[in-house]
């Protein structure tokens, strides 16, 4: 029960099964001993809520799309009377979607209770940080994380071990140790399911984190739009704190550590490390320039390493099972796994995590099952809107970080949307310049005013009003601001618009020239009219549209002036029946 | 300044003072008690703090999570992530903008029972695309979905 899970309804499904079995089991102890009701985390296959897993006698059933209504069958059937509902059982692909993964950091999410320190307790937690504290020195712990190969999971991929070095050898007087869970890419949800459904694992990680650098103070900074996970991690602390996880002399040793949460308060822009840090110190969350970097002067000047969530959810793993083990996973530059939000247009959505390196397309039609509505694949979009589009010739591409960083796109945090032939290029390129305009911090003026030049270029040619050597002129501008911005968020803000423009040129040419819109996404381009042999003369197009251009008696064929038409789409969006084209 | 919100600021003030927190969660703090970032509020703050309120609007003005305004009683979130956006946000947000009645440089309606807001991912993309109503969130919404999830909020003033 993730995010996901409880607006599917996870949580009516639940009650309906504590109701079922108290009514069924109030004189029959068996059925309450044979299940267990187990809130779990996030099971990755998110299009398939509500998934339940009902175990009789060591044998596990999955079944998909549950609902409360559902529940009553499902009880009487198969707990009670030990036949399966075959028919609400998970298909083939359910098994194709997991079977194609390796999971490390998602290993226990979905298995375990996430509001449980107990639970968590039993698949070996806190033994990583009870072994890295009680046996090994700081510099062995981070020789330890250099030896694995694990990098940075928030975007930059910078080594992790070799970060934690460099802080290490300052001499100061304290250190910080932060958790960045500030997940601003739209379009990702790596960071925010690992919290809802393992929260101690990042607390875990950061224990070894903060005892390798000596930073008697940790802070968790987190998205405020992720209530759910502010929750979870909450309670997990609190449960952390009660068993002696956190506080002083933890595990016998002479080492001191808390955690602090730090809400976000929405800017895109906190995070880049920097931002990030004068957003905890209460300012306004701009970036400086590097260097000095965190890890000489960082939060209130003293030397601090900042890591994202997945990559402190790693760390448990390397301790328990060795550098060697982890670093013989992914490629050769890349090791380890990556968690992908796959989403879009394609069948499985849902949470993934792949080992790094594998070919884009075994992503995207093994494990995603596919283009949804057997549409033809356009591109696939990663990094958020730092990234790029990736497009059909590049499917056999490694996924790592410089496999998508050789065809101009980037890992990001790994948040992976899938466009088919319905999606407009230029549409998507404008769709990320407002937001980067729009979260730029507004403090170096290549990112302030080139992402509002760009926009403009691109919101024109949406509109038909693309002029000759518009192209040309957004590719001048977005190299300017790549190369000129002060921080992450403008250096990759022009990303869109390079990749689109070097893979899809095409369209952009037929705004411009053609004033066509190919993916017929751009309203202002497009013509709206009604076909007469599908138009039953419901009137909904009539009552829909704020311009009064559709006319037509009732139960007879509408039609639709376009001398009035304004190609908002409100007739498109009405008609039940399909008779309102637009080309 | 009447009593009550003294009070309350009195409170939100021992709290954080407590907890050694900073301006942002000061702002926080008033949000969640008082709805939105009152004027008055901030200069009680500035006076009792020593610390100027242009400061405060400083960290105001940046963070979009603050409010200046009143808002409505049901806040209405269309989410405008990559996904959601793909199928079909902008089509959402002026279908609502429609039923509330929204004029193009209005968020929040005349009777002050709803307020219309943007997020720029809630993270969950695989039921895209996503509306919040107050907490509950609503997957896969459709513009005529929406229009009837907001009519249960209607005439409940």
Known sequence: MGTGGIAAGGDLVMEEFTKQFEAAGIENAKVKEKCRLHKVGCRGFCARDVLVDITVDGEVSTYQYIQPDMVSRLVQDHVIGGRPVNEWLVGDDYHTFHDNQTKIVLGDLGKIDPESIDEYLAVDGYKAAEKALTTMTPAEIIATVKESGLRGRGGGGFPTGLKWSFCAANKSDQYYIICNADEGDPGAFMDRSVIEGNPHAVIEGMIIGAYAIGASIGYVYIRAEYPLAVDRLHKALQDAKEKGYLGNKLFGTDFNFKIKVKLGAGAFVCGEETALIASIEGERGMPRAKPPFPANKGLWGKPTIINNVETFANLPHIFNKGAAWYASIGSEKSKGTKVIALTGKIRNTGLIEVPMGMPLKDIIFKVGGGIEGDRLFKAVQTGGPSGGCIPQQHIDLPVDYEGLASVGSMMGSGGMVVLDETDCMVNISKFFLEFTQSESCGKCVPCRIGTKRLLEILTRITEGEGKEGDIQLLQELAEDVRDSSLCGLGMSAPNPVISTIKYFRHEYEAHIKNKKCPAKVCNKLLTFFIRDDMCVGCGMCLRACPVNAVAGEKKLPHKIDNNLCIQCGSCFDACKFSAVLKE | ?157
Request: charged share 25%.
């Open chain 2, 1 to 157: 300044m009447d009593k009550q919100m003294t009070e309350t600021l009195e409170a939100i003030y021992d709290k954080c003072a407590a907890n050694e927190d900073n301006i942002i969660t000061v702002l926080q703090e008033i949000q969640s008690k008082i709805g939105y970032i009152q004027e008055e509020a901030v200069n009680w703050f500035a006076e009792r703090t020593n610390i100027p309120p242009s400061k405060f609007y400083g960290v105001v003005t940046f963070y979009s999570q603050f409010h200046q305004n009143p808002r409505g009683k049901n806040i209405v979130t269309v989410c405008c992530g990559t996904v959601c956006h793909v199928k079909g946000a902008p089509r959402i947000i002026s279908k609502v903008r429609e039923d509330l009645k929204l004029k193009a440089d209005q968020d929040t309606t005349r009777d002050m029972l709803f307020t219309l807001e943007r997020v720029n991912c809630v993270g969950a993309c695989s039921i895209a695309p996503v509306v919040l109503v107050n907490e509950k969130v609503l997957g896969k919404v459709t513009p005529s979905k929406i229009v009837k999830s907001l009519s249960e909020y209607k005439g409940k003033p």
